[in-house]
């Protein structure tokens, strides 16, 4: 089963979490008061992780994630608010 970017938001915002971590070998993962939960689903391959970033991440930023592993931007999420990573 193929993880969508909108469904693991809507999970943060349904459990209140403050953080949605995505890491290669690991499962999404939230941030609940506090501690890290991983979320019931497959553990992320590369493609997956490229995927779900790719579906955010402005064209702007695609070079910058690529050379240096991260960046900074925030996004919105339809009416449920804004996001940063």
Request: one cysteine or more.
């Amino acid at each position: 089963m193929a993880l969508h970017i909108d469904r693991l938001l809507e999970t943060c915002i349904k459990r209140g979490a403050s953080d949605l971590h995505l890491h290669v070998g690991r499962q999404p993962t939230l941030r609940l008061h506090g501690r890290l939960r991983p979320l019931d689903t497959k553990v992320l391959e590369p493609e997956d992780t490229i995927g779900l970033m790719k579906s955010i991440t402005p064209d702007r930023c695609q070079q910058e994630l690529q050379e240096q592993g991260g960046t900074d931007f925030g996004f919105e999420f339809g009416s449920e608010g804004r996001f940063r990573t």
